[in-house]
Nanobody
Framework: QVRLGESGGGAVQPGDSLRLSCAAAGGSFSSHAMGWFRQSPGKAREFVAAISFTGSSTYYADSVKGRFTISRDNDKNTVYLQMNNLIPVDTAIYYC?????????????????WGQGTQVTVSW
């Protein structure tokens, strides 16, 4: 079983950057594709980005393409989400998730393990 823990959230102003980290423990990190999701109050959990086992393939939601970058370090059992040019609608709790599926997927129900989330707030 893979345990996931996010960090790096915070309160920033529009245009600022943040880097989220998600550390994995208790399983074979390099055997899992990883994803980032977010959820705002009253809204469904939304796909943000995903990365393949080796990091060679990535997949982004249109709303973050060109602003966010997902990456992973399998030696450190960690996946990252670099978020640039943040805007208020990016405000949400951000979750990382792991899946054994080979095909990158934006569907939350296709992920097997989830972290507890980290809050990102973008406002003046």
């Amino acid at each position: 079983q893979v345990r996931l823990g996010e960090s790096g959230g915070g309160a920033v102003q529009p245009g600022d950057s943040l880097r989220l980290s998600c550390a994995a423990a208790g399983g074979s990190f390099s055997s899992h594709a990883m994803g980032w999701f977010r959820q705002s109050p009253g809204k469904a959990r939304e796909f943000v980005a995903a990365i393949s086992f080796t990091g060679s393939s990535t997949y982004y939601a249109d709303s973050v393409k060109g602003r966010f970058t997902i990456s992973r370090d399998n030696d450190k059992n960690t996946v990252y989400l670099q978020m640039n040019n943040l805007i208020p609608v990016d405000t949400a709790i951000y979750y990382c998730a792991a899946t054994v599926r080979f095909q990158l997927t934006p569907r939350p129900d296709e992920y097997d393990y989830w972290g507890q989330g980290t809050q990102v707030t973008v406002s003046w």
